[in-house]
């Protein structure tokens, strides 16, 4: 439920929720919890990337509720889910009715983050801080590396559309610690 509340920019509902977890009785059953531990949305925001600050899950989603634009704090999600690998497990979910699973394919799968996602709407916002569309840039790039392989979520872009981002990055932000980091894009 939290996983979706995020992947689905359900903030308000997220802070809802997360009181839930007080009433989750422990010990915990291991098989309804083995994908999604309870205590990663505990999350400091410590684990960012080095030269970029989030804060506590909490305080983020609560600035989305309250700013659902917020480019500094739309980087945030996406670097949780980044360093937690956080995603819920639709494999329980697959029934083996391969005539029923087709009818309620979704296209963008409940739960599974898109860290790509935020990025993007960073990207287009004009009102961007700089350092937030640089590492906006920077991140929707790196969802391809090393290996050209999309490793975000969500929809694969071209690979010219990553050469616009890399393009960007590197002519409106020069001076960017993330220009300076990226060398490739892929």
């Given at each position: 439920?939290?996983?979706?509340?995020?992947?689905?920019?359900?903030?308000?509902?997220?802070?809802?929720?997360?009181?839930?977890?007080?009433?989750?009785?422990?010990?915990?059953?291991?098989?309804?919890?083995?994908?999604?531990?309870?205590?990663?949305?505990?999350?400091?925001?410590?684990?960012?990337?080095?030269?970029?600050?989030?804060?506590?899950?909490?305080?983020?989603?609560?600035?989305?509720?309250?700013?659902?634009?917020?480019?500094?704090?739309?980087?945030?999600?996406?670097?949780?889910?980044?360093?937690?690998?956080?995603?819920?497990?639709?494999?329980?979910?697959?029934?083996?009715?391969?005539?029923?699973?087709?009818?309620?394919?979704?296209?963008?799968?409940?739960?599974?983050?898109?860290?790509?996602?935020?990025?993007?709407?960073?990207?287009?916002?004009?009102?961007?801080?700089?350092?937030?569309?640089?590492?906006?840039l920077y991140r929707a790039v790196m969802c391809y590396a090393p290996s050209g392989y999309h490793a975000c979520g969500g929809n694969e872009v071209s690979i010219a559309q990553r050469q616009r981002w890399f393009s960007q990055l590197k002519n409106d932000y020069p001076g960017s610690i993330w220009a300076k980091k990226l060398?490739?894009?892929?």
């Amino acid at each position: 439920m939290l996983v979706r509340d995020l992947t689905e920019q359900r903030y308000a509902d997220w802070l809802q929720d997360k009181d839930l977890i007080r009433s989750v009785a422990h010990p915990l059953v291991a098989p309804a919890f083995d994908d999604v531990q309870l205590n990663h949305f505990d999350w400091s925001g410590a684990q960012a990337a080095t030269g970029y600050r989030c804060p506590r899950l909490e305080e983020v989603v609560t600035r989305l509720s309250q700013k659902d634009g917020d480019s500094h704090a739309l980087n945030c999600p996406g670097e949780f889910f980044r360093t937690t690998s956080v995603r819920v497990s639709l494999w329980a979910e697959t029934g083996g009715n391969g005539a029923l699973d087709s009818v309620v394919k979704d296209d963008r799968p409940r739960g599974q983050p898109d860290r790509q996602h935020y990025y993007r709407q960073i990207i287009v916002n004009n009102k961007a801080e700089t350092a937030d569309q640089s590492y906006a840039l920077y991140r929707a790039v790196m969802c391809y590396a090393p290996s050209g392989y999309h490793a975000c979520g969500g929809n694969e872009v071209s690979i010219a559309q990553r050469q616009r981002w890399f393009s960007q990055l590197k002519n409106d932000y020069p001076g960017s610690i993330w220009a300076k980091k990226l060398k490739y894009y892929w």
